[in-house]
């Protein structure tokens, strides 16, 4: 291999800045998309394994449409194809008014995006709770709410943390798709790195050891409130 | 803009279904590769090798961390790199889709491995077969049942992935259809319709795996 290494290429300035900047983007577009994904996908969920009928359908409908288009592409979309579709005005807005439009986009796609996941995995758990405590709630006089609030879903998330904690990382690798769109996260920033210096395995090095950290983390993390919420006697963990 | 012009789409037809043959078969040929890259990363992971389990483990581990474009970009500089000479784009793609695949499927594979009951593993070893004759003659017919479903849902995700190639400019579905939007200065048309095919196909793809995941339940 005829490749002319040089590892103080990352620690110069600019790039070294570069890299900063990329990792700041990746965890800011991660964690608020995550945001989005964790409110909205809880809702979806609960709606979607309590309801029948109309509201069943729709929920059906969101999961379905965001898990079976490109992310890639739902990024276009939301990107490109809604500023026209909108009245003039919100389009213009959005184009032209919009703080940072391509990270704010990305930010809602890969939130929007994430949800449908998420809501798949909230309503599994609340399937796995056994009926008799949602009975048990309403027999000791809880409303549906009260009784999702209080009774079903602690139970629910208790049971989805790993495929949970899968989500979440997924979510760290899935924001490099923001790059298509102009976002200057961490892939975008050692792509960028390599067209100016041509020393690119050295930056994709440093962006493979910063995403592994980052599963790291997130693993240790997760597995640690695993630990501290699970109920005695009744673990995921077969 | 004005209305929606469904005659680009139609002009656009040919470019658009090179693309899709582009997609689908790097579909079929990441699929192939990651199930025969996973089959034996997961059967070094299950055996008595403790050192090959580590490796396997590792490589596992390293690609699920990272995102597929990095892996693109990755194997697009390093490929002709390594063989010392360019190859275009597309074999550079397929290495990495195959070997990025290959972790994924592989914990398919393990998992539905380990699903089969002892019993099955400690008869086969009792009836003086190999490691790998259980795995091929006992383990292997039973665990693919259950698996079969969650390998579908698996390519509808690789299927998706695919379009991920238009980081290396490579005329998939996606970036076909991105060429046309541009050039013809339709986005609104060619995006939807795009949105369109893939919500179709990957459908049809979730309706498979379901089915089959419910033709296993009732088989047992």
Redesign the interface.
Known sequence: MNYAWNWGVLFQSPYLGWLGQGIAMTLAVSVAAWVIALSLGTLIGVFHSGASGVVRLATGSYINLFRNVPLLLQMFLWFFVVPELLPKAAGIWLKRELPHPEVVTAIVALGLFTASRVAVQVAAGIAAVSRGQSMAARASGLSTIQAYRFVLLPQAFRIVIPPMTSEFLTIFKNSSIALTIGVYELTAQTQQIQSFTYQGFEAFTAATVVYMTIALMVTTLMTVIERKVSIPGRTARG | ?SGFDISVILDALPLLAKGLGLSLGLTAIAMIGGLALGLVIAIVRLSRFRVLALLAALYV??F???????VI??FY??VP??L?RPVGALYSVLIAFVMFEGAYYSEIIRAGLKSVRPGQWQAAQASGMTYLQAVRLVVLPQALRKMAPLMVTQG?VLF??T??V??VSLHDF?TSA?IV?NTQNR??EL??F??LV??AL??AG?TLAQRLSSDRQRAH
């Open positions: 803009m581990n390293g699920r961390a990272v995102p597929l474009i990095l970009f990755w500089f390093l790199l390594l010392g509808v998706q992935d379009s991920l238009y980081v996606m991105s939007a986005i609104v995006y939807v795009a949105a893939y919500l990957c459908t979730g």
